[in-house]
Structures are given as C-alpha cells and as structure tokens.
C-alpha cells in the first residue's frame, strides 16, 4: 500500500480515525475535536498524505491489519490504536496498542486522550533532539568549511561526530523531518552538505549497507563539496548562471578538496575518491579527470545521486525547487549521467516514501 508523502507533518496536529461504523465514527470524531483535529474516514477510503498524530482503526480484521501495517514502520513513529475485531489476536508491535472492538466508548475515549498525550510528550522530545542533532552538525560542518578555507586541518574527531549527528537524526525521524530542520536552520552550502548527508544516510540503510560502509558513505558526503572552501563566496552565492571564467573555476572544487584531504593524510582513498569524482559521469562527459563506466565507483555513484538529488530540490532564492517526482523525471531523463540501477533503489526516498521503508 502507498501512501505517497505520508512522512510530511500537517500544518496541526490531527488524529485519522478510520472506521467502518459510521455512527460509531461520528460520535467519537466529536468528542476527539475537542481535544485535537480529528479527520473521520471510512475504512475504504484513501489515506491523507500527511502524517496523523496518532490513528485509530476500526475495521474488519483483515483491513484493519493492513492499514496498521502500512504505518507500523513510518518514521518517526505514528502510534496506534486498534479495535480489534475477530477470533484471531491482532499482532502486537511498537507504539500500537490493541483493544477489543466491544470496549465501551468512554474506556477508548481515555486510551485515545492518553495516548494523545505520549505522542505529543514523544513529538516534543524528538523535535528537541532534533533541533540539538541539526545545531550540532551545521557547527562542524560550519567548521570544516572554515578550517579548510583558511588552510588549517580538518578534524578527523569532528567528522566523525558529525556523520554519528546525521546517522542519529535520520534513522529516529526520518530524512522529512531532517531536511525541514535543516532547510529551517542554515543557507547555502552547509545546508546542500547536510541535505546530500542526509539523503546518503537514508539511501545507504535502506540498501542494507552494514554499519562501517555507512558510516564512510556519510562522511564522503558530509565532505563531498570541500573543496568549496576554496571557492569565492560570490561565484557560490551568485544567483542565476555562472559565466565561463566563473565556470571553470567552480569546476576545480572537486580536485581542490581531494588534494586537501590528500594533504592531510587522514581519509581513506574512497572518501577521496568521492570528493574527487562526484561529478564524474558514466558516460564519461563529466569532470575532472572524464571517468566512464566501470572506473566509476560504486560509492561514488551513490553520493552523486545524493548530490544531484539534493542540489534540484533545495530552495534557492532565484528559483524553486524541484518537488521529489519532478527530481526524478529529471534524473531518469538526463541519461548517461546517473546509475540507472541504483535510481531505481533511491525512488522511493525521492518519492517521500521513507516514512515506509521496512
Ligand atoms: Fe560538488
Ligand atoms: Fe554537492
């Protein structure tokens, strides 16, 4: 079952109570609203793309165990309640609590008011672990830019902090809600650093990377622009098309941050690699050295995807972003660029659909 974007937040807070008694429905709706926003739908009907507060299902079994599947694993997680119907035992799980279907109103009422209150204890506690995992990491990779622009080392320590920060913060809340506090926090290329961090933490655990290659996927990606250190900030910051001369030293970043890194001797050659090669094309169009094919790295492959991905759908002050599906169809269409085959395994980040990954 897809539920499309459903790791977006709503603009309120609101409890989906998805029942197939209609006055049942009714009167719990009603006295749901006046604690909290609740939509009421049918049991048949489709599911709204935001994420609910909490849900409470009220179904035949075997719909009732298929919608609770559907947002057992969305991250983070959406508590629910069950009124279970039915011989058979609804099977537990997180964050789900199950009642039988003949519990009197009031009782459900209180289960509802109480986990209303967990889940709002629960949100409140995320968002500030969130907003501390963000603070974090935007000061080192702040710091690494700065390190890198005035030629002192780079923090081998502080990277590795800084890839644990993302790790912590995508796998608790999901990549949605880690770009939103980052697109909130920062400008520019701290920002497009976090976002490509971020997108290579989901892409590398839903592909089941073990823990060592993830973390050295999130640090190439954390480090990938480096070499923009270098670069004048108004070449960076320029709104529109860059002329030639502007062009052509954008272009050296890739091998501006690869020999920094060299120098310093402390990054294994995969992470160089990646900082050297992640606008390398596999049709052998891209820069610096005009890599083709097989001598492009898997690694790599996947940080530009990452990279690409990110730079489309980030908010630049002269243009809009590109939404996830148009992203895509721009990927997919700009053929001998990307991986085909590790496009396909990133459509679901890219279609939003995170909040479901298994
Ligand atoms: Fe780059
Ligand atoms: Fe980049």
Partial sequence: MALGSASRYAEQP??????????????????????????????????????????????????????????????????????????????????????PATTSRQVVLANVFALIEEATRSAKMRARRLGEHVTGATAIVADLFDSAALGAGLQRADIDRGTELVLAAVSEVGIGAWLEAVWRHDIGVYQHTLGVAGHAATFGSQIGLGRADLDRLVRAALLHDIGKSRI??????????????????????????????????????EVLDVVRHHH??????????????????????????????????????????????????????????????????????????DALAA
């Fill in 14 to 99: 609101f409890v989906l109570l998805i029942s197939d008694r209609p006055s049942e429905r009714a009167a719990l709706e009603r006295s749901i609203a006046l604690v909290m926003d609740c939509r009421a739908v049918d049991a048949g009907a489709a599911l709204p793309a935001e994420r609910p507060h909490l849900i409470i299902l009220d179904a035949p079994p075997d719909r009732a165990l298929a919608l609770e599947t559907a947002y057992r694993t969305a991250k983070p997680p959406v508590p629910r309640l069950v009124l279970a119907r039915g011989e058979r035992p609804f099977p537990m799980g997180a964050h789900l609590r199950v009642l």
């Fill in 232 to 269: 004048p900030v108004d070449i960076l910051n320029k709104p529109g098309a860059l002329n030639a001369e502007e062009y052509r030293l954008m272009q050296r970043h890739p091998d501006i941050g690869a020999t920094l890194l060299k120098t310093q001797g402390e990054f294994e050659p």
């Fill in 280 to 353: 390398e094309r596999l049709d052998g169009k891209g820069y610096p050295d005009r890599l083709a094919g097989s001598a492009i790295s898997d690694l790599v492959r996947i940080v530009s995807i990452c990279d690409v991905f990110s730079a489309l759908t980030e908010r630049r002050t002269y243009r809009q972003p590109a939404s996830g599906p148009e992203a895509l169809a721009i990927m997919v269409e700009a053929q001998g660029h990307l991986d085909p085959d590790l496009l396909r395994a990133f459509a679901p980040v890219m279609l939003g659909s």
